[in-house]
């Protein structure tokens, strides 16, 4: 899952891709009303049961991103978190193969560092436990 508004990511391994554990994933992650767009998977289909909107993009006739309301935006679209996945996908290349046992905690740490947006000389201080710079007083 991917905000739009909060462009926050959330990953998860999952042993299964079914409609059951999607629709607890979206349950978790997401509030009642709140609008997911995706492709046209067949699990995804229940989504307005779960009182969440659900708006679609067919791939197989090659559509990509659509404008629904008409103001000239393709609101329409699942390309940013296929992005995200792309990006998953080529960070674990590097690794040259990574045993499952150890696929959640790399999923983990990518998504912490896709969430973090911004590192500051602050932030990277504080990761090994160096307290901040403070001004002196003159």
Aim: aromatic share 8%.
């Amino acid at each position: 899952m991917v905000g739009r508004e909060s462009d926050q990511v959330r990953l998860e391994v999952v042993a299964h891709s079914d409609r059951e554990t999607l629709e607890d994933g979206v349950d978790r992650t997401t509030l009642e009303g709140t609008m997911v767009y995706t492709d046209e998977w067949r699990a995804y289909g229940r989504l307005p049961t779960m009182k969440r909107r659900h708006a679609t993009v067919c791939h197989a006739d090659r559509q990509w991103a659509r404008d629904d309301d008409g103001d000239g935006i393709r609101e329409v679209h699942d390309n940013t978190l296929e992005g995200i996945w792309t990006g998953l996908r080529n960070d674990l290349r590097t690794f040259r193969g990574v045993s499952k046992h150890f696929l959640a905690q790399y999923v983990a740490m990518f998504q912490w560092s896709d969430n973090i947006k911004a590192v500051t000389a602050e932030f990277l201080r504080t990761l090994p436990g160096i307290a901040p710079f403070t001004k002196s007083a003159s």
